[in-house]
């Protein structure tokens, strides 16, 4: 099983970036997928998390600027960031909570991928 997360980069503040992250390999399906992200220095935190039934929840810090979703059908999340500030500026990881054939249900992560706002 993995996870490919792609979509970041550099932008200047108040811009917008698209995260996506697709699992693939051997399972039965996806529960829950969320977005979390480590800035230098510091714990590694939750963004936005999405259940299979679309439920959603937000950071405080993002709510109303960020956007969680999903495609089903492609096993894929989505991060949808816009009004983008310095402060968001962190390596974001995809997770994804899987019922695997092997291990049965498990959590796994995505590579990373680093976002910078300058300001």
């Known amino acids: 099983v993995q996870l490919q997360a792609s979509g970041g980069g550099l932008v200047q503040a108040g811009g917008s970036l698209r995260l996506s992250c697709a699992a693939s390999?051997?399972?039965?399906?996806?529960?829950?997928m969320g977005w979390y992200r480590q800035a230098p220095g510091k714990q590694r935190e939750l963004v936005a998390t999405i259940t299979s039934r679309g439920s959603t929840n937000y950071a405080d810090s993002v709510k109303g600027r960020f956007t969680i979703s999903r495609d089903n059908a492609k096993n894929t999340v989505y991060l949808q960031m816009n009004s983008l500030k310095p402060e968001d500026t962190a390596v974001y990881y995809c997770?994804?909570?899987?019922?695997?054939?092997?291990?049965?249900?498990?959590?796994?992560w995505g590579q990373g991928t680093l976002v910078t706002v300058s300001s």
């Open positions: 997770n994804a909570e899987l019922e695997t054939v092997v291990f049965g249900t498990k959590s796994y």
């Open positions: 390999g051997s399972f039965f399906s996806i529960n829950a």
